[in-house]
């Protein structure tokens, strides 16, 4: 909710009788907001004695005000900003004496701005890291938390609190905040991430699963499903337990911090999910060569080649999914990208006319079709089956998929 503590003051001054007005002048943006009394307009034509609006905004384009704005205590134009509005401003009761403004009396808004713009704060929490450093995690409202590493008289001044004098550790704990939160706002690079792993090069999507949990005879443990297996538990030390009870994203630090622990597994994976990356690239390659070399002999390509040919014509940079029985196939390079992105076997064809293929029940259409699409193919589907004599048939197909 906005604090308007600023303009339910400024509101009782504007006097009718007294002819006095409210100024709100912004020196350095050259505006004012002139407030008037209940019952008078703010059109300019229709003035009360004493409150004429053009010697108002004159008197104060004398004093370097270059865009003056009028506003009324209650209705439609009520005046009615926000605390934080008045940082920087200063407020004046005044009056016209014919034609300068007298200054009345000045109404002090700091103490109101300075709590609309002190930052509130979700969490606030010692935690340690992995080398039993203590850090100090901030939530401001409305941001994401980070840690900063205090001083070590502070972090002394937090636990001698902690333990002498709990009615002030609270107290405490929010200077602490306020301090740090200010430090961290003018030096970003003092804010650290206790809640992700030392290995950002892993690709997190491979843990499937993590499992925290205590036990009496090994402490508490992590058991990890990777790449579908499911591993040997390891031990977790307290300040990672500690640490997973404080993350925003619980989920997210259990699966950092199983990316910690398992960093062996995962990057042994990685290195064979690579090489059998170089793999595909390599096969695709035989294939493009094979398939080159078939082109080179027209008198030796068969009817089902040639239509396939015809297809590819029409749509060159798609994908084609052609029906055959049950199944949809992918031929020559189609099937080396096809096999590559849903990670489906890719084959030799027997017969001339094609180097390999790739193929996949009709049933899994609505689910491998999306895949491809968001691998960034196209991708044309074709619902006439190759045949060994020549179709004489229409094609039909069921549109490019983008």
């Not at 400024?10 to 002139?34: G, T």
């Not at 009496?216 to 031990?235: E, F």
């Amino acid at each position: 909710a906005q604090a308007l503590l600023c303009a339910n003051e400024i509101r009782q001054h504007p006097d009718k009788a007294a002819k006095s007005i409210v100024l709100v002048i912004d020196r350095e943006a050259k505006s004012a907001d002139v407030i008037l009394p209940a019952g008078a307009s703010t059109e300019a034509n229709n003035e009360i004695p004493g409150m004429n609006k053009g010697r108002i905004e004159r008197a104060l384009q004398k004093e370097g005000i270059e865009q003056v704005r009028f506003y009324n205590t209650d209705g439609a134009l009520g005046y009615r900003p926000d605390d934080s509005y008045f940082n920087e401003k200063m407020v004046t009761l005044a009056r016209l004496r014919n034609y300068t403004l007298e200054k009345l009396s000045t109404l002090d808004v700091s103490e109101a701005v300075r709590r609309a713009n002190e930052v509130g704060f979700d969490a606030v929490q010692m935690i340690q890291d992995d080398k039993n450093r203590w850090a100090l995690y901030i939530k401001p409202e409305n941001k994401e938390g980070y840690s900063v590493y205090p001083d070590k008289e502070d972090v002394n001044r937090f636990f001698s609190t902690l333990k002498q004098a709990m009615d002030n550790i609270d107290k405490v704990r929010m200077e602490l905040a306020h301090k740090y939160y200010a430090l961290a706002e003018v030096k970003p690079d003092l804010k650290v991430d206790l809640f992700g792993s030392d290995t950002p090069e892993i690709d997190l999507n491979r843990i499937q699963r993590v499992a925290i949990f205590k036990t009496r005879q090994d402490g508490i443990q992590c058991v990890a499903t990777i790449d579908g297996q499911k591993l040997q538990p390891r031990s977790v030390t307290p300040q990672q337990w500690q640490r997973m009870w404080v993350a925003e994203d619980r989920d997210g630090y259990k699966r950092h911090l199983a990316a910690t622990l398992f960093a062996d597994v995962l990057q042994k994976g990685q290195s064979v999910g690579e090489q059998k990356a170089e793999e595909q690239v390599r096969q695709q390659n035989e294939v493009v060569a094979e398939n080159r070399s078939e082109e080179t002999n027209d008198e030796n390509m068969s009817p089902k080649r040639q239509f396939w040919d015809n297809l590819k014509e029409k749509h060159p940079d798609a994908l084609y999914l052609i029906r055959a029985g049950e199944v949809y196939r992918l031929y020559n390079e189609d099937a080396a990208k096809g096999a590559d992105i849903l990670g489906i076997t890719m084959k030799k064809y027997p017969e001339r006319g094609f180097s390999a293929f790739a193929e996949f029940p009709r049933t899994q259409l609505d689910s491998y079709l999306p895949k491809l699409v968001r691998a960034g193919e196209r991708v044309a589907i074709s619902e006439i089956e190759l045949q060994d004599k020549r179709q004489d048939e229409q094609e039909t197909h069921r549109g490019i998929h983008r």
